[in-house]
């Protein structure tokens, strides 16, 4: 049974940094495309990071040159770190994997497995 467990959620004020973990209970984190995605109240969830098993990375323009995903092969962990954070980046963030070869796309309906979530708050 595949599982993810994401950490590092947290407050901070707008500029601040933070940097999300995403614990993994399988391979898939070496051979297999990840992401993240994040839900703000009353939003749909949205992708805001996504990497393919050699890492080539994709972002939307909204966190572009901002956030950075990054994965560590050997310790079956994802990253996430986020800079110059804004108060519209507020929101739950979770990891996804994805069973099937879906490269570094960033759309929901591609990922099978995820995470429960862990909540970014940036004030102004």
């Known amino acids: 049974q595949v599982q993810l467990v994401e950490s590092g959620g947290g407050s901070v004020q707008a500029g601040g940094s933070l940097r999300l973990s995403c614990a993994v209970s399988?391979?898939?984190?070496?051979?297999?495309?990840m992401a993240w995605f994040r839900q703000a109240p009353g939003k749909e969830r949205e992708g805001v990071a996504s990497?393919?098993?050699?890492?080539?990375?994709a972002y939307p323009d909204s966190v572009k040159g901002r956030f950075t995903i990054s994965k560590d092969n050997a310790k079956n962990t994802l990253y996430l770190q986020m800079n110059n954070l804004r108060p519209e980046d507020t929101a739950m963030y979770y990891c996804?994997?994805?069973?099937?070869?879906?490269?570094?796309?960033?759309?929901?309906?591609?990922?099978?497995?995820w995470g429960q979530g862990t909540q970014v708050s940036v004030s102004s």
């Open positions: 996804a994997a994805a069973r099937l070869w879906v490269g570094t796309s960033l759309r929901l309906d591609h990922y099978n497995y």
């Open positions: 399988a391979y898939l984190v070496s051979s297999g495309c």
């Open positions: 990497i393919d098993r050699y890492g080539s990375t």
